[in-house]
């Protein structure tokens, strides 16, 4: 279905059952969810799939070991059920979607002999709640591994570390398996259309007035239930409902810097549990480049926020504190920012101590919003928003939930060990193959097919990225937009800016010729991005 032909079948004159707002983690969650149970179900995204907090996370799928430290000092059975359903939800993950997730070995390096057994007693504890779901068992190891594991490690003062499992994915790509799905479960799904009033009938919402940011088109989609499912833009869509509601957010931001691979060794992460202020500190291999993230800053709610030079500043200096390291901005390849939409409590301006856990709440006219939450418990968010919307509109679903049994789009046909047969059977360097059969999975052959002529050449020489990958984007994966490729598709902005801003030229001809742009869409695609590249990803 193309998008002329998408945005006809959201003005379908018959009612969908639902009508999901956002694009998101939560939001396509609820396509899937709720398509699979057999509803109606529509779907609009303002800008497009996962561009907010979705494609910023840290990519790890991870129960929270920060949130067990607050669960047991705390003696909190919310934050202690936070990390058991994110440590089942850790398990469905890489279970339905293994050729995006898969487990990663992380290491605490300790300084202080008496931190060791606090340290330790903590992560055997995380591995016992994951009970049969758990990535591997914890382990104390001695100075000398834990420098063989990390070379660039501090050795003045290292005392031990501990070995502990947790997730990693590709978050970018983890959004458009789950478009791909509801789409294969029914939903119609659209990006680049937002909702600019809702509207009502005798009293309760039945559907949203839409704009088309594309062709400009303003139309109605109606629904007998609408979800709120905006991340930290919720508050915004509440209003719409009721201008007098009082806000249900906080924010705080993750910021990520992304350096060359050789600052992290490919297979194995480190964390560090508290830096000079008590945030979390990752280091992380991923991509082939080296990702290094933390969280927990308050932060205004804007689109596309950006790191500051203070918070790169930030990130810079703890690495060269505990790496032999001469680190400065001139590394960097890449810097992003995403917003945590974090429930609200007025007696706390700490947002490291508010509550990860998710509300659905319904108003008096019948929006459903669901707020809070993490990427990894995005299933079980979706599963509870359904349930609920089922009861409030009165819907008749042909089944419950399913999405814990479901493969989504290209876990099916996935052979963890496929990519050299990918490459000898349509000619791709090993490097190519690996990359496509890692990003695509079992529909990987489905691009290789396309790598003809000069859609097998690279984007640009450092990355796997091929041509091939840009035509199935605007063919299968709804991309509108140059940043929608390079950004969201590929996440090679996320990478490495200036090796994005190279590929740009080439990217917008390629997309030009699929979506039927002419001479002054593709200018100003390019300028439009440029000024992306520029300010903010």
């Known amino acids: 279905m193309n998008r002329e032909q998408t945005l006809r079948a959201l003005q379908s004159p018959q009612p969908f059952d639902l009508l999901v707002v956002g694009g998101g983690a939560t939001g396509c969650g609820i396509a899937v969810d709720a398509a699979a149970r057999g509803l109606r179900v529509a779907l609009v995204e303002k800008r497009d ?19 067990l430290e607050m669960a047991v000092r705390g003696l909190d059975r919310a934050q202690y059920q936070l990390v058991k359903d994110g440590l089942r939800e850790r398990g469905l993950i890489l279970r339905n979607a293994p050729h995006l997730a898969h487990r990663l070995p992380l290491v605490t390096p300790i300084y202080n002999w008496l931190e060791v057994p606090y340290v330790f007693a903590g ?102 239930g ?42 194995a992460g480190l964390m560090i549990p508290k830096t000079e202020d008590g945030r979390v500190l990752f ?53 992003w920012s995403g917003l945590r939409p974090l429930l609200d409590a007025p007696q706390s301006s700490d947002t490291a101590r508010l509550v990860r856990d998710h509300l659905v709440q319904i108003s008096p006219a019948g929006l459903l919003t669901i707020v809070g939450g993490k990427w990894t418990t995005y299933r079980k968010m979706a599963e509870d928003a359904v349930d609920r919307a089922v009861q409030a509109f009165s819907l008749a679903p042909a089944s419950t939930c399913v999405t814990a049994e479901l493969a989504l789009h290209g876990a099916q046909g996935f052979d963890p060990h496929g990519a050299p ?74 990478l490495d800016l200036q090796a994005a801003a190279a590929a740009a030229a080439r990217t917008a001809e390629i997309l030009a010729r699929e979506l039927g742009w002419d001479e002054a869409r593709r200018r100003e695609e390019l300028q439009v991005f440029q000024h992306q590249v520029e300010t903010a990803i």
């Open 49 to 67: 799939y996962g561009e907010g907090t979705s494609s910023r996370s840290t990519k790890l799928v991870h129960g929270g070991v920060r949130y």
């Open 123 to 224: 992560l055997k504890l995380y591995d016992t709640l994951a009970g049969r779901k758990s990535l591997g068992s914890s382990r104390l190891i001695g100075r000398e591994e834990a420098l063989r594991r990390f070379p660039l490690l501090k050795a003045e003062g290292l005392k031990a570390g501990v070995l502990y499992y947790d997730g990693q994915f590709n978050d970018v790509r983890m959004i458009q398996a789950l478009v791909a799905t509801a789409r294969r479960q029914g939903a119609v799904t659209a990006n680049h259309v937002e909702v600019v009033e809702l509207i009502r009938e005798g009293g309760r919402l039945r559907g949203a007035r839409v704009r088309d940011a594309i062709g400009g088109e303003e139309f109605i989609i109606r629904a007998r």
């Open 283 to 335: 280091i992380l291999p991923w991509q082939g480049r080296t990702l290094i993230g933390t969280t927990d800053e308050p932060a205004a709610i804007v689109d596309h926020p950006r790191p500051s030079q203070a918070d790169i500043a930030y990130l810079l200096r703890h690495v060269r504190r505990y790496f032999n390291l001469d680190l400065t901005p001139d590394h960097i390849r890449s810097t």
């Open 226 to 267: 609408v979800i709120n499912a905006t991340g930290p833009f919720a508050d915004h869509i509440r209003r719409l409902d009721d201008p007098e509601t009082r806000p249900l957010l906080k924010a705080s931001s993750g910021i990520h810097i992304v350096l060359d691979k050789h600052f992290a060794p490919p297979g």
């Open 421 to 494: 047969g990918l490459a000898r059977d349509h000619g791709l360097a090993a490097e190519v193959a690996a990359h496509l059969h890692q990003t695509y999975g079992g529909c990987a052959a489905q691009v290789a097919e396309l790598a003809q002529g000069d859609l097998g050449e690279r984007l640009h020489p450092e990355y796997p990225l091929i041509g091939a990958e840009v035509v199935h984007a605007a063919r299968e994966e709804q991309a509108e937009r140059l940043a929608d490729v390079l950004v969201r598709r590929t996440a090679l902005a996320l």
